[in-house]
């Protein structure tokens, strides 16, 4: 795994990217599994903040981040997951040329709708898998498969964002 991989996670009200995220949960989940709360959160936040800016004021909100995120992957339940505000686009595609030309389509999208929202391009094959869909590029909104194996034209993604994103 790269070792500049960013995740975006949420820390308090905003969306965060974490250099490294994924390298240091796959790590630590046979080294902390059996670790109390206050252990994981502590020793994430050791280890991720030698590539991540943190402030002094905001390490409390993102120990419980990571402490979230880490739970996630081992698939425990999490009981202090953030709500979800605004919208939250993932493209899946290990970086072909429609894939990349997917993610262009769509910011091109946002930009000329004015909407907003938190786009991560997940480009790792075993990521891509655990969104169960069987070609790529693929894109989801707020969760929802809206295609697979093609780039939706300009009008299809204007549509599908400004319907997720309440507008009419």
């Given at each position: 795994?790269?070792?500049?991989?960013?995740?975006?996670?949420?820390?308090?009200?905003?969306?965060?990217?974490?250099?490294?995220?994924?390298?240091?949960?796959?790590?630590?989940?046979?080294?902390?599994?059996?670790?109390?709360?206050?252990?994981?959160?502590?020793?994430?936040?050791?280890?991720l903040e030698t590539k991540n800016y943190i402030p002094e004021k905001v390490r409390a909100e993102y120990e419980t981040a990571f402490?979230?995120?880490?739970?996630?992957?081992?698939?425990?339940?999490?009981?202090?997951?953030?709500p979800q505000?605004?919208?939250?686009?993932?493209?899946?595609?290990?970086g072909c040329v429609q894939c990349d030309r997917l993610e262009r389509e769509l910011m091109q999208v946002m930009a000329e709708t004015g909407i907003s929202?938190?786009?991560?391009?997940?480009?790792?094959?075993?990521?891509?898998?655990?969104?169960?869909?069987?070609g790529t590029p693929a894109l989801l909104i707020n969760g929802r498969v809206k295609a697979v194996g093609r780039v939706p034209t300009r009008r299809q993604l204007a549509e599908w964002l400004t319907e997720a994103s309440g507008g009419s």
């Open positions: 795994m790269p070792e500049d991989d960013i995740t975006q996670i949420r820390v308090g009200d905003s969306s965060v990217g974490i250099i490294g995220l994924k390298a240091v949960l796959e790590e630590a989940a046979g080294e902390l599994g059996d670790r109390t709360d206050e252990e994981v959160r502590s020793e994430l936040l050791k280890r402490l979230r995120e880490f739970k996630k992957h081992l698939g425990r339940p999490v009981d202090n997951e953030p505000e605004g919208l939250e686009i993932h493209v899946l595609g290990p929202a938190s786009v991560e391009h997940v480009r790792d094959i075993r990521e891509i898998g655990k969104y169960g869909v069987m």
